[in-house]
């Protein structure tokens, strides 16, 4: 989204949209050469996977975020070059992007002017909704979760701004998550089942986010005695985006702080962990009862299809989802059932079960509608970034709270 006041501007994040074929932002070369400040509120490709095209396209904005987002941007990029198959860039644009970059801390008063602060969104670490202030207040959620998890506090609430632009990824009434302990519990049940069988049990997942929390779920109830002691294997850009969670664990809750930066009790360096020590992987796949979590959490790439392609044939094995499956993706093709799939062209029979437990970094229906209602001095609403219906059907859940609410299409503008 472009902000632009006549005298000064700001583009919200610059994401790419991955599917089948990448979607990419509206912006003409001359709106990119004019851009000032482009501020980014996390680190998910759908935020700010645009970048480096835009500095291949004479962009010379300086960029915002907070530090994790900095920190993991550079990575996430990164591995992005290597497996784009849309649009091209070189790691030199990436470097003319990181070059440009400036970290904000939470709370910090950016610009005079057009004005913007971060405030913790609850998504992943150093994810922010960003209050842009000019003659109004303008509050975008980015991806928002108002409930605390494992190692995040949950998003700032009763922020003051007559106008928001909220998410709707579970915008739906029927979209209700379950608490953070019973679904927790869900997978520990599933895990347990599988290893008596013997089984191993695959949880495809993000590199961030997702991943770092469902590791310390499985840390704690393993250490508990809760969970079956086997070895946890850990793959594919996790290991890397742990080093840098575990960096910035200051922006973790204090809770996780202080035990990590107070005591010897690191859950990042759990004895459960082990990296993958063959390229084959046979070390992981060798016999016995075993969790393997590894990217890509929507089964697009990565070294969770390789593991996919050696475990389906075993009924005893147990595919579980643990984020969203976008549509179009081989993740939501299995969770809708589908039995019989293609990896590298070869064909394969999905024996193995599949499960997902709604452990979401996003706010499901009745989370979204608190957010709005928290929201001081509230006029209009967008809604945004969600699937099919999804932003309508929280748009009349809006709208009935007595709100002016608008679902923006592509390229629309509005004064505010
Ligand atoms: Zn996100
Ligand atoms: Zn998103």
């Not at 008596?196 to 929390?213: D, H, Y």
Request: proline residues 3%.
């Amino acid at each position: 989204m472009l902000v632009d006041e006549g005298k000064s501007n700001l583009l919200l994040d610059a994401g790419v949209k991955l599917g089948e074929t990448d979607e990419y932002p509206l912006l003409t070369g001359e709106e990119i050469r004019k851009l000032e400040r482009i501020v980014i509120s996390h680190t998910h490709l759908d935020h700010m996977g645009y970048l480096p095209f835009m500095y291949a396209r004479g962009c010379r904005a300086t960029v915002y975020s907070t530090k994790p987002t900095h920190d993991l941007s550079q990575l996430l990029l990164a591995d992005y070059q290597r497996i784009n198959r849309g649009m091209k860039f070189t790691s030199n644009d990436i470097t003319k992007a990181m070059k440009m970059w400036k970290m904000v801390e939470y709370g910090e008063v950016v610009g005079d002017g057009l004005k913007f602060s971060f405030h913790k969104s609850g998504h992943i670490l150093g994810s922010a909704m960003v209050l842009v202030q000019g003659g109004s207040r303008l509050l975008f959620s980015s991806d928002v979760n108002d409930r605390e998890t494992r190692l995040l506090d949950p998003a700032e609430k009763n922020i003051v701004a007559e106008n928001l632009i909220i998410e709707s990824t579970y915008g739906a009434p029927t979209d209700e998550h379950p608490a953070l302990k019973n679904a927790s519990k869900m997978l520990c049940d599933s895990i347990n089942r599988t290893i008596k069988k013997g089984g191993k049990v695959l949880i495809p997942s993000f590199a961030v986010g997702r991943a770092q929390e469902i590791l310390f779920i499985l840390e704690s109830y393993m250490s508990s005695g809760i969970l079956e002691k086997v070895p946890i294997f850990v793959d594919g850009m996790i290991l890397k985006a742990n080093r840098i969670y575990r960096q910035n664990v200051i922006y973790a809750k204090d809770e996780i702080q202080k035990r990590i930066l107070m005591s010897d009790d690191d859950p990042f360096k759990s004895k459960f962990f082990h990296a993958p020590k063959t390229k084959d992987r046979s070390d992981v796949l060798k016999p016995g009862s075993a969790i393997i979590v590894s990217t890509s959490g929507m089964l697009s790439g990565g070294p969770v299809l390789h593991y996919l392609e050696k475990l389906a044939g075993d009924s005893r094995n147990l595919l579980v989802f643990v984020g969203y499956q976008a549509e179009g993706t081989l993740g939501r093709k299995l969770i809708e059932g589908e039995k019989h799939i293609t990896i590298d062209n070869k064909e394969i029979d999905i024996k193995m079960g599949v499960e997902q437990v709604a452990l979401s970094a996003h706010a499901d229906y009745k989370g979204l509608l608190d957010i709005v209602r928290s929201t001081k001095k509230l006029k209009r609403v967008f809604v945004i970034h969600g699937e099919g219906d999804k932003p309508h059907e929280l748009g009349e859940a809006i709208s009935r709270m007595g709100y002016e609410v608008i679902l923006p299409r592509n390229g629309e503008s509005f004064r505010i």
